[in-house]
């Protein structure tokens, strides 16, 4: 159980960090034109990261509200 964890943990990882690396580009451009070091990366990977938790709380929560009160 725990090898599959892990193994799930490296698969997300690699694809995060891997997202983040298709925006060095742009976050080069941005430090070029403005001076300011800012990781576009890291902004996009985090606010898809953020979505995908709400939404997995939203169907958990969807879950336990219709298993404590059912459907009406």
Do not use: Q
Not at 11 to 25: E, S
Not at 39 to 44: A, R, T, Y
């Amino acid at each position: 159980m725990e090898e599959k964890l892990k193994e799930i943990y490296e698969k997300a990882t690699d694809i995060f960090f891997g997202l983040t690396k298709k925006f060095d580009g742009v976050s080069e451009r941005i430090f070029e034109k403005t001076g300011k070091k800012i990781n576009v990366g890291i902004i996009v990977g985090s606010a898809i990261l953020i979505f995908f938790v709400i939404l997995f709380v939203r169907i958990i929560l969807g879950f336990v509200m219709d298993f404590l009160f059912g459907r009406v």
